[in-house]
């Protein structure tokens, strides 16, 4: 036993020398190989443990013995291999070092998405001409969404928006909850926390139970706005919408207007600018007739302007509304809708 002990420490430190002879030219791959001699030695089922298994077959005055001597063997090895480490710390490089002669690493930069950038010039557009920039709910009350806006629950306009309700009834066991169809119920509320005066847009998602196609998606974005004061006429609402076209798609830019049927306007009418792409000549986009639908505009109905608290025989205003997409994707010349929202990095990374 005194032989087998005297034996193992001798190789263990014969191997440790070479081994720091060794490390000194690589100390970033001597530690890995360290922790391997490490536990050939000193593991659980090292060298060392092997040989201390033969005491249990020895007499008490012997396992005394026998005993005290490995573990002062053991001591030495363990301050050995401790030495060992400390002197390969040392002089492995520090892995927080940085060496700022190399050369840096590109850091690739995102973009905006091209609804975010179309949204942002409007909303500087309109806030150059001292229009608020609100934001409202996503899930809306039928209140605000329809009735509102004129719309009863039974009015025959419900069926021109397929409407996402919520699964949950109210106290009468009506569904009364869903994801707003446009941001025309921001109308109403703004009207109800700032009165009159008013002047405001309100840009925003919206959804509806649309069949998907390249020019349908259920999840799309509007941009609302109001005007409302005293003496608000039809003549100065065309005029907005005429700066609105020239600031958007050039000072060449007409509108013409014609009339539309919107249930929370009165009059209604559609408005529409000359194509920015061929200058009202006509081509592809515009289907050759030279003029893009661009805004569903009108007067806000009388009964709108109660709902929201206003006097209409003291107050009178306009609203106008914009689909967001249809101009990014006029803009931009996209073809599908659905790409807004697929989130492919590689339409993304063209804006």
């Not at 298994?53 to 090895?77: C, F, I, P, Q, T």
């Not at 030495?83 to 190399?102: M, N, R, W, Y």
């Not at 998602?205 to 998606?217: I, L, N, P, Y």
């Amino acid at each position: 036993m005194k032989l087998k002990l005297e034996q193992l420490k001798k190789e263990a430190h014969t191997r440790l020398a070479d081994f720091l002879a060794r490390a000194e030219k690589a100390p970033l791959e001597a530690q890995e190989k360290f922790r391997e001699l490490e536990a050939q030695f000193l593991g659980r089922k090292g060298e060392l443990a092997v040989v201390l298994k033969d005491l249990k077959g020895l007499s008490d005055d012997l396992r005394r013995e026998y005993g005290e001597l490995a573990n002062n063997v053991k001591k030495e090895l363990e301050a050995s291999f401790l030495e060992i480490s400390q002197k390969i710390k040392s002089k492995t490089p520090s892995a927080e070092k940085i060496d700022v002669t190399l050369p840096g690493e590109k850091v690739a930069k995102g973009s905006l998405h091209p609804m975010t950038i179309v949204q942002r010039e409007i909303e500087t557009l309109f806030s150059s001409l001292g229009f608020m920039v609100l934001d409202g709910p996503e899930l809306e009350s039928d209140y605000f969404n329809f009735e509102a806006l004129n719309v009863a629950p039974h009015h025959p306009a419900r069926d021109m928006q397929d409407t996402f309700y919520i699964d949950q009834k109210n106290s009468k066991g009506e569904y009364d909850l869903l994801m707003r169809t446009q941001t025309s119920p921001m109308q109403v509320r703004a009207m109800k926390k700032y009165g009159a005066p008013l002047r405001a847009i309100i840009p925003g998602r919206c959804f509806r139970s649309e069949a998907t196609d390249a020019r349908h998606e259920h999840t799309f974005y509007q941009l609302e706005g109001i005007i409302i004061d005293k003496k608000i006429n039809f003549s100065q609402m065309k005029g907005v919408l005429d700066l609105v076209g020239k600031r958007l798609y050039g000072e060449e830019t007409k509108l013409k207007m014609r009339p539309k049927f919107y249930p929370f306007v009165e009059p209604g009418s559609n408005g529409e600018y000359t194509c920015f792409l061929c200058g009202g000549k006509g081509c592809r986009v515009c289907k050759n007739t030279g003029w893009l639908e661009i805004v569903g505009c009108g007067l806000i109905h009388p009964e709108v302007l109660r709902a929201g608290g206003i006097d209409p025989e003291e107050y009178s205003g306009f609203a106008f509304g914009f689909g967001l997409n249809r101009l990014v994707m006029l803009k931009y010349g996209i073809d599908d809708i659905r790409v807004f929202n697929g989130g492919d990095i590689r339409f993304l990374e063209q804006f």
